[in-house]
C-alpha cells in the first residue's frame, strides 16, 4: 500500500490555481525530492499532504486512510506525519528537550519519563544530546532545525515532510542538516522533500518530481531527470540551477 497516493489534486486560492491537477504516490521507504521554480506550488502541495491546507479537489491517501474524505480522523492522521519547515519554528521560551517533549506529552500523552528518554534518543540521532539544557537563541539555524527535525522524529512519524529545510540556513550550516537527513534515507524513512539541493537530490532521491505552474511536467530517478530531462521546461530550470 502506497504511504502517499494523491490523485487529481487541485488547490485554489480564491481565484489563483495553484494546484492545477497532481498525481502521485510514493511508496513506503521512497525518499522523493520535490524540485521546481518558486510560486510552482511545492509548498501547498506538502501542506495539502497533511491538511495543512485543504484541497479544492481530488483524493489524498496515505497509508490507504483517505485523509480528503470528510469524515476522516485529520488529528489520528497527521500524527503519522513529521513535517519539518524552512523556519524551524521552535518555541523560544522552553528549553531543546521540551521542545521536543511538549508535544509528545500533549498529543500522544506520554509520561514525563517516556517523553524524556525518547527525546533523547532522538536528539543523540541529530547529534545534540548535549543540548538538551539549551535554549534556541543558544544554537545556530543548523542546531536549531536538528532539533526542529527530532522533535518530528520524536512523533514517530510513519512519513516526514520537508519543505526547503535548508533555504534558511547559512551555507556552512546547510551540510550538517543533509547528513542528519542522509541518516533518516539509511534508516529507510519514507520522504517526500521539497529542496533546491541539487546534488542532495541527485545523490538521495528514489525519484524527483519537477513541478511548474501547479502541475507536475516530469518525473524520473535523478539520473534521467538531470542527465536527460525529456520536457524543454525541466531542462530550462535545471539550466538555471545548476
Ligand atoms: P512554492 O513553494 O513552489 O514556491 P507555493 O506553494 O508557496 O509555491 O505557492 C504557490 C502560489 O500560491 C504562489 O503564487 C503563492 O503566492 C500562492 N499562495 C500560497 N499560499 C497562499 C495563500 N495562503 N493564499 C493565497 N495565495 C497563496
Ligand atoms: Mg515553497
Redesign the pocket.
Known amino acids: 500500500m502506497p504511504a502517499i497516493e494523491i490523485e487529481a489534486l487541485h488547490k485554489s486560492?480564491g481565484r489563483?490555481e495553484?494546484l492545477r491537477g497532481i498525481d502521485l504516490t510514493v511508496e513506503p521507504g521512497e525518499v522523493v525530492c520535490v524540485i521546481?521554480p518558486?510560486?510552482?506550488?511545492?509548498?501547498?502541495l506538502l501542506r495539502c499532504v497533511n491538511l495543512l491546507e485543504e484541497p479544492t479537489s481530488g483524493t489524498i491517501r496515505l497509508a490507504g486512510v483517505e485523509v480528503t474524505d470528510p469524515d476522516c480522523d485529520i488529528d489520528a492522521v497527521r500524527k503519522g506525519v513529521g513535517m519539518v519547515f524552512q523556519q524551524f519554528n521552535l518555541f523560544g521560551h522552553l528549553t531543546v528537550r521540551e521542545n521536543v517533549t511538549i508535544a509528545q506529552r500533549r498529543v500522544l500523552k506520554r509520561s514525563r519519563a517516556e517523553a524524556d528518554r525518547i527525546a533523547t534518543e532522538n536528539l543523540d540521532r541529530v547529534g545534540l544530546a548535549d543540548k538538551a539544557a539549551a535554549y534556541p537563541a543558544q544554537l545556530s539555524g543548523g542546531q536549531q532545525q536538528r532539533v526542529a527535525i527530532a522533535r518530528s522524529l520524536a512523533m514517530e512519524p510513519q512519513l516526514m515532510l520537508f519543505d526547503e529545510p535548508t533555504s534558511a540556513l547559512d551555507p556552512e550550516l546547510v551540510g550538517e542538516v543533509l547528513a542528519v537527513m542522509r541518516g533518516l534515507v539509511a534508516d529507510g524513512m519514507t520522504m517526500l522533500v521539497?529542496t533546491h539541493e541539487m546534488a542532495f537530490a541527485r545523490e538521495v532521491a528514489s525519484r524527483v518530481v519537477f513541478?511548474d505552474d501547479g502541475l507536475i511536467v516530469e518525473q524520473g530517478p535523478p539520473a534521467e531527470l538531470f542527465g536527460q530531462p525529456r520536457e524543454e521546461r525541466t531542462r530550462a530550470f535545471l539550466h538555471r540551477v545548476l
Do not use: A, D, N
Not at 518558486?38 to 501547498?44: D, L, N, P, V, Y
Open positions: 486560492f489563483l495553484v521546481g518558486s510560486g510552482s506550488g511545492k509548498s501547498t521539497v513541478m
